[in-house]
């Protein structure tokens, strides 16, 4: 049985692989696409023909990109990201300390936003049609409505300008102590609290009232035990598979989609980054930020399905 | 001390008054002015600035990053000369300057005495490498073209350091206080610009590209009366809603760019004042001169008198700005000629003008986007909407942000755009309006027009300057390919825990980027 779930790990990890290449093709691709280049976006305004053309002799653009492309892929595999087109930075400096702040700031995310929305879940599932769920759906469904912007923009009116609570800038400095970096960070970690739990705590609901209706958990029920037990004990274990999935989803979610969180809390993280590198046309800073999303994705995926085979002895066996 | 040479010659008293009298009236309407006070050292100022990840230190890549242009720039840096908060040119690193009777030959003495962060001496030759720096056949300087003008550098000593021009050029040392003309210190020739080592009044700490930079008071700096605060910090927030929010919440102690639409909330916040200087930016509509229908200069003006400037003024700007005249001297610059016609909207004389070309209705495409101005979209829907009662129908083109310089500006025949200004006349006529400049965005050519242009730029004779650049308003605002319908000011708020001078720089916002070198806490 082990020897087929590490198979299975063995071979998604090399799947996830040949996914992460096929991805640095398409993006390279897709920033070849982009009118203009980093030349023109240096100089923008001020640009003439001839400082043009300078810079790209300079920054290597007059080769073909084919041979950019392989040049790129060549260092990535001996562990060398490049260089900066526009700042000549190297690449792994500029992201390093970014994915730190992008990672903790996840993490603390998801600290708050996993357990509750969880809870919520089973509690909105054991009260379900009532009053509770019913509070708990309708605040969730509108929290998810909102645009985050919007969440964040009103909780820095009343977290920050009107009670002055926390801080409306959560410009963290690399040398913050903790305290101070969770007092800057708990507005951004809230507002994308609100962002992502209402997916991961309806899943949650769902996936315990369908089990709720299985004859073994009326056979529980039967024996006399409390309904919390019933659900905590009988139905939650079965109702795990589905939930995992939604959390790893939307943990991927905390790494990648908070740009415009970031941007209204100027929070230093990877998502402004990439929007900056986009902007200017920096190609190596986009593939290594977009390789770096990607692989996010695809190893949380892979988290997920080990987990849901690991909590469902069905799955383990071999067919 | 600097000798000043070039204002002092020529202002004529009236224009001066004139000037200051609006200047006036302007701090008293906008905001209290910081009861008079001597400056005292101490403290921290934390500063707004927009930032990018990509910004380099390298002046050859400056332009589009505040954070750069005011920390380093108006900061660590000195330059030859500097605009004085008056308009005037003096010197910086350099003690007096003179030029040769025709303004070809510029000899500037450099100040004794200056030393670098890292305790070198300043001395001729790191001005030569400074400006070296951007000249050259393979110089990728986005200053290549502002230091184009210079044929030769020479340092007969230590102290002293020679410009040959191509021609005569009475407003040179302006060109020198550009940002990207910091002077570094130079080892064989050559500059290292990645730690930042200047003489200016704070040293460099540390930079986050597009997240912050961190400068402490330089304790030795040569200049009296300037630099103040202990440390500096100039944070990159994008979001304009946030900047407000950083602001009011106490976060930090001044940003630039205000947002207008929520301007009135600021008032709400007693500490808050809002600072407001009439400056050199400003929107423009270039069309392209030698493509139909814009080849008629019945067309362009039909153009220009389809558009309610007053309109727009009150929409865009919601006031905080003036009318535009079709030129680019704005009422900052010093030849500003005050009779210039104030165009107004006359749907009326636009369709007789347009009938004159030979169209009975004038269909025309116009491409904007927000990147080339704040409500440039907006602008062009307000424009498509005036024109049409004067037989204008305007296609307007919504163009992405992203790119809207490369693909946009100079590749569309009629687009939206903007420009900062320039401090001299001639200086802003050359980059953009002479028939040969390179970012002429209209394909306007005018022979009259640049050979004032050529003869205004080497006379040293104030008066005669006045009258010739006087003239050249009056050509560009009749016969020029680009509307302006709009002159910026500057919108910049601060908390009153900080002061700065009487008089604040109208060079560029937040004191002409100098409010670190200027502003202390009050």
Redesign the interface.
């Known amino acids: 049985m082990s020897g087929g779930l590490a198979r299975m790990i063995a071979v998604r990890i090399g799947l996830g692989a040949l996914t992460l290449l096929l991805i640095s093709g398409l993006i390279f691709g897709a920033m070849g696409l982009?009118?203009?280049d980093v030349a023109?976006?240096?100089?923008?305004?001020?640009?003439?023909p001839?400082?043009v053309a300078?810079?790209r002799t300079?920054l290597g653009l007059d080769q073909p990109a084919w041979s950019r492309y392989l040049d790129w892929i060549g260092g990535m595999l001996t562990g060398d990201f490049g260089k900066?087109l526009?700042?000549?930075?190297p690449v792994a400096d500029?992201i390093g300390?970014r994915l730190v702040n992008t990672l903790s700031l996840a993490a603390y995310a998801a600290l708050i936003s996993v357990p509750l929305s969880i809870a919520l879940g089973i509690l909105a599932a054991l009260y379900r049609g009532r009053l509770a769920d019913r509070g708990i759906s309708i605040g969730a469904l509108t929290a998810i409505s909102m645009p985050d912007f919007f969440v964040a923009?009103v909780m820095?009116f009343l977290f920050?300008?009107t009670w002055?609570l926390l801080?409306?800038?959560a410009?963290v400095?690399?040398d913050a102590g903790l305290g101070e970096w969770l007092y800057r960070a708990t507005l951004p970690a809230l507002a994308l609290t609100l962002a992502t739990s209402a997916h991961m705590l309806r899943m949650t609901r769902a996936s315990i009232v369908n089990v709720l209706a299985s004859p073994y958990v009326e056979m529980a029920k039967l024996k006399g035990l409390t309904p919390s037990r019933v659900v905590v004990r009988h139905a939650l274990p079965n109702a795990l598979a589905p939930i995992i999935n939604v959390v790893a989803v939307n943990l991927a979610f905390l790494i990648v989609g908070v740009v415009v969180v970031e941007?209204?809390?100027?929070y230093?993280g990877l998502g402004?980054?990439l929007v900056?590198?986009?902007?200017?046309r920096?190609v190596p800073?986009v593939q290594a930020a977009c390789l770096i999303f990607a692989a996010a994705y695809v190893s949380l995926n892979l988290l997920a399905d080990i987990l849901a085979i690991l909590t469902n002895p069905r799955l383990r066996t071999a067919r | 001390m600097s000798r000043l040479i070039l204002p002092r010659q020529g202002f004529q008293p009236s224009r001066r008054a004139v000037l200051a009298g609006g200047a006036a009236v302007f701090a008293m309407a906008a905001a209290p002015r910081a009861r008079a006070q001597e400056p005292k050292k101490g403290g921290e100022f934390r500063l707004v600035a927009s930032g990018n990840t990509s910004d380099s230190h390298d002046p050859a890549t400056w332009g589009t990053s505040g954070i750069i242009n005011i920390g380093l720039w108006g900061a660590v840096y000195n330059n030859l000369t500097e605009v004085h908060p008056s308009g005037e040119v003096i010197g910086e690193l350099a003690e007096s300057f003179e030029p040769s009777a025709d303004a070809r030959t510029w000899t500037f003495r450099l100040r004794d005495g200056i030393t670098f962060h890292g305790g070198q001496t300043l001395e001729a030759a790191d001005v030569a490498a400074s400006i070296n720096h951007h000249r050259g056949e393979n110089s990728t300087s986005s200053a290549k073209g502002i230091v184009a003008p210079i044929a030769d550098i020479r340092v007969p000593d230590a102290k002293t350091v020679v410009f040959e021009l191509n021609q005569g050029n009475a407003d040179f040392p302006f060109i020198l206080t550009d940002y990207h003309l910091v002077i570094g210190k130079a080892v064989e020739g050559a500059i290292d610009w990645e730690t930042p080592n200047g003489t200016g009044g704070y040293t460099f700490v540390s930079h986050n590209p597009g997240v912050r930079m961190v400068l402490e008071r330089n304790a030795d700096y040569w200049k009296d009366g300037r630099a103040h605060f202990d440390r500096v910090e100039l944070i990159s927030i994008r979001d304009p809603a946030a900047r407000m929010n950083a602001l009011v919440t106490g976060e930090v102690d001044a940003i630039s760019s205000v947002d207008i639409k929520s301007m009135s909330l600021l008032a709400r916040a007693p500490e808050i004042e809002v600072m407001e200087t009439p400056g050199t930016q400003h929107y423009t509509f270039p069309m392209w001169c030698d493509q139909a229908p814009f080849d008629d200069v019945n067309v362009r003006q039909a153009l220009k008198l389809g558009l309610d400037r007053e309109a727009m003024l009150q929409t865009i700007l919601q006031g905080h700005g003036s009318v535009g005249r079709d030129s680019p001297i704005t009422p900052a610059n010093r030849f500003f000629d005050p009779e210039l016609a104030v165009p107004t909207y006359d749907p009326e004389q636009a369709r007789a003008l347009l009938k004159k070309a030979g169209h009975d209705r004038l269909a025309v495409d116009l491409s904007a986007a927000d990147a080339a101005f704040a409500g440039a979209v907006d602008a062009a829907t307000l424009f498509q909407e005036s024109g049409s009662a004067a037989g204008i129908d305007l296609n307007v083109i919504r163009e992405p942000d992203d790119g809207y310089w490369s693909n946009v500006w100079l590749k569309k025949p009629f687009c939206a755009c903007y420009w900062a200004g320039r401090p001299t006349e001639d200086w802003m006529f050359s980059q953009v309006y002479a028939s040969d400049s390179q970012w002429n965005d209209a394909h306007w050519k005018n022979e009259r027009f640049d050979s004032l242009l050529l003869e205004a730029r080497a006379e040293l004779d104030q008066d005669k300057r006045a009258e010739m650049y006087g003239e050249m308003q009056r050509i560009v605002a009749t016969d020029g390919g680009t509307i302006i319908p709009l002159y910026a000011n500057y919108v910049d708020a601060r908390n009153s825990r900080i002061a700065t001078g009487e008089q604040v720089s109208t060079a560029n916002a937040l004191d002409g980027w100098k409010c670190i070198e200027r502003w202390w806490v009050a």
Request: aromatic letters at 4%; a negative charge; glycine letters at 10%.
């Open positions: 982009l009118p203009g023109e976006a240096i100089l923008g305004q001020n640009r003439t001839e400082t300078a810079l300079q900066s526009a700042s000549g930075r500029l300390g923009y820095i920050a300008v002055g801080p409306s800038l410009a400095t690399p941007t209204v809390f100027v230093p402004q980054l900056d590198s986009v902007a200017a920096d800073v």
